[in-house]
């Protein structure tokens, strides 16, 4: 048996290594040929733990990573794994995925293969059904169903643990209809992934749940931001313990209760933009989507405020930001709320140095040098007058006064509650405390 992947990104280079690294004959394919390279070299352009030693034990297993596309001509099953980014409207940018479509369609003309194509690419319902099945069968000129499979198989893994949740989902989704190809493809997941258990739906509601999914994840952030936002006006109320309280609740849950400065990242923004978008087209005024959004875009206002306050006024104050990644073990700064507090601060007229263990090259791609970057901790906080705890980098629990002695004015707004309980001889304000 032969595995394609198309797009080498987050979710397609983590199937394609550990698929590879389990023994199945896996082909990644990329149309960007000096990713393709350093991949091949064992190289993954971003940083995700556990990857580059899941790559590495696939390419020992023959894993071949190439920017060829008629090499699917020999394949079983062909997952797309491309982007599916953010237009300027909020509706998402199928460009990459029409352009993959057209491809494989043009390929599986001239193949006897009958593979499987597994959509994982994150698309709007009605996407598979009015796009992506008209394309593929208009340029191979074979039926859906009959001559080829045709799944939706929404993914769920999240950056910094993509390789266990690649191994371990925690739900497998095949949407499509009932076909030869549907039984091959449940019986080749019920192998690889025996202990998950596989839900066989619709195309239209496989699309919808992962929008389910990363709405109601989002849903969990705001409404534990808004509490976080009544706590600090409620003297020594404390929103963990609040979030460890409720989380007990079993109909509750405790994960994605965690407070901070909003969600970010390549998905969750992205994703709820989308589905607020889709709603509207469809008739439905989405209230609850639109309230989390906002609370969620609001949510850096609340650190603005507290500065501006505090060091009377923003313009020419030096102003250190700790951690650019949306959130730790990563490099990706794409739609992080630091980055965009940054760019609220610029606009202020502050003077900005940044840390981050892992994001400074990527964060120099977007403000070049119209902010300050510094490798280590007490270098960003010399003479600044204000520091802001954007990401929760493990390292920066083991700050302590030392490390804070050459701020010219000690002001620490803490947005992940890393410091709480701890004795630093600071300003000190917690998001989610009650001052
Ligand atoms: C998210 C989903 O969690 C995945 O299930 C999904 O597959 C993925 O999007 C996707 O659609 O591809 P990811 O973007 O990697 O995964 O990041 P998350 O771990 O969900 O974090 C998103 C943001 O929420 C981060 O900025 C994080 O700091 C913030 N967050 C998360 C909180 O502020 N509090 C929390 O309790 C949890």
């Given at each position: 048996m032969k595995i394609a992947i198309i797009g080498l990104g987050f979710v397609g280079l983590s199937l394609a290594a550990v698929l590879a690294s389990k023994g199945y004959k896996t082909i990644g394919i990329d149309i960007d040929k000096k990713k393709c390279t350093s991949i091949a070299k064992g190289n993954p352009t971003f940083f995700e733990p556990e990857l580059e030693k899941t790559l590495k034990k696939g390419l020992k297993n023959n894993l071949i990573i190439s920017n060829?596309?008629?090499?699917?001509?020999?394949?079983d099953f062909v997952f797309v794994t491309v982007g599916t980014p953010q237009r300027a409207d909020g509706a998402i940018e199928l460009s990459m995925i029409k352009n993959s479509a057209t491809k494989i369609g043009k390929i599986l003309h001239n193949t006897r293969k009958n593979p499987v194509i597994l959509i994982k690419s994150t698309v709007i319902p009605g996407t598979m059904k009015n796009i992506i099945l008209p394309i593929l069968e208009k340029n191979s000129k074979k039926k859906a169903g009959k001559d080829f499979g045709l799944i939706s198989n929404p993914e769920f893994l999240q950056e910094t643990t993509s390789i266990k949740d690649t191994k371990f989902p925690h739900a497998v989704v095949l949407g499509g209809y009932d076909t030869k190809y549907m039984k091959k493809t449940k019986s080749f997941f019920s192998k690889l992934h025996p202990k998950t258990p596989i839900v066989i739906t619709n195309h239209q509601t496989a699309e919808m749940v992962k929008y389910a999914n990363n709405s109601f994840l989002a849903t969990k952030i705001s409404f534990i931001n808004q509490l976080s936002n009544i706590c600090q006006n409620i003297p020594e109320a404390n929103v963990d313990d609040i979030a460890k309280t409720i989380g007990l609740d079993p109909r509750i849950g405790k994960l994605f209760l965690n407070a901070g400065p909003g969600y970010g990242g390549s998905c969750l923004p992205k994703d709820m933009k989308a589905l607020i978008n889709f709603a509207s087209s469809v008739g439905v005024k989405p209230i609850l989507l639109n309230a989390v959004e906002e609370i969620n875009q609001k949510q850096i206002q609340q650190i603005i405020k507290i500065i501006e306050k505090k060091l009377k006024g923003i313009s020419s104050k030096k102003i250190t930001v700790m951690g650019t990644a949306f959130k730790p073990d990563t490099d990706d700064v794409r739609d992080s709320i630091s980055i965009e507090l940054i760019k609220n601060l610029l606009k202020m007229k502050a003077k900005i140095t940044i840390y981050d263990p892992r994001a400074i090259e990527n964060t120099k791609k977007i403000f070049t040098n119209k902010i300050s970057y510094k490798n280590s901790i007490s270098g960003a906080l010399e003479k600044s007058q204000c520091v802001i705890f954007m990401t929760h980098w493990k390292e920066f629990e083991k700050i302590n006064n030392k490390s804070i002695k050459g701020m010219k004015r000690k002001l620490v707004i803490d947005c992940r509650r890393i410091f709480v309980g701890k004795k630093i001889n600071a300003e000190y304000y917690a998001l989610g405390i009650g001052k």
């Open positions: 060829e596309f008629s090499l699917i001509k020999e394949c």
